[in-house]
């Protein structure tokens, strides 16, 4: 089965708006969790980590705790912006850590 | 600080043609190194990882392959490319030691096979 997994996009926000992208994963063990973040026509970008439990990683305005309790790594933003218009992919590593899982991806657009 | 290059920035081939896309990295030593596509409005796939030179691991059986002649370098190769190889390729690179497990990537290469 699917290892990570992300709620179903297009996402399309009004500026200053709330934002919440939900991911969730499933792990036999205590994997670190990652959100990236694609900017069009360009390469991933890490945007914030967790490596366990209860950790909140944060970055830019953007934040997300590891739930382990509920398998999930939900990313927030209390006041969007239309720079924060990209596609976000959540990750968590294997096992061995040598490789990631990621998500479909959410694509998000903020419009002013 | 660590840096990573990847060309070309596009490329446009025709079916049956060769390829070999290029990934280097500098400011670290001994990385982990990855090949991922990524298909038009679609999630990445990973295509190759390498721990070391010459130590190539492929994902999913195609007609690509990798190959890591040095250690900050990573190579992707097609003897005779498909209408389906096309995609956004993107490389990246992780410290081999200690628990930092984040992935960085490469600006990615655009591969449009005609």
């Known amino acids: 089965g699917d290892s990570v997994t992300q709620m179903e996009g297009p996402v399309t926000l009004s500026e200053e708006a709330f934002l919440t992208i939900n991911c969730t994963y499933t792990a036999t063990g205590y994997p670190s969790l990652f959100w990236y973040v694609q900017y069009p026509g360009e390469g991933l970008q890490l945007l914030l980590k967790a490596t366990k439990a209860d950790d909140k990683g944060s970055n830019k305005g953007f934040e997300a705790t590891y739930r382990k309790e509920t398998t999930s790594f939900h990313l927030e933003k209390g006041s969007v912006q239309v720079s924060d218009s990209a596609v976000y992919f959540c990750?968590?590593?294997?096992?061995?850590?040598?490789?990631?899982?990621f998500g479909t991806g959410t694509s998000l657009t903020v419009i002013p | 600080s660590q840096t990573i290059h990847q060309w070309p920035a596009t490329l446009v081939q025709p079916v049956g043609s060769p390829l070999s896309l290029e990934c280097t990295v500098e400011g670290t030593s001994n990385p982990n190194l990855y090949w991922y596509r990524q298909a038009a409005g679609r999630g990445l796939q990973l295509l190759f990882y390498s721990v070391g030179i010459g130590q190539i691991s492929s994902e999913v059986p195609q007609n690509l392959s990798a190959s890591r002649p040095q250690d900050r370098q990573f190579i992707l190769s097609s003897k005779k490319l498909l209408l389906s190889d096309s995609g956004f390729y993107l490389c990246?690179?992780?410290?081999?030691?200690?628990?930092?497990?984040?992935?960085?990537f490469g600006p990615g290469t655009r591969l449009t096979v005609t």
């Open positions: 990246a690179w992780r410290r081999s030691a200690g628990q930092s497990y984040e992935q960085y």
């Open positions: 990750a968590r590593t294997t096992n061995t850590g040598n490789q990631f899982y």
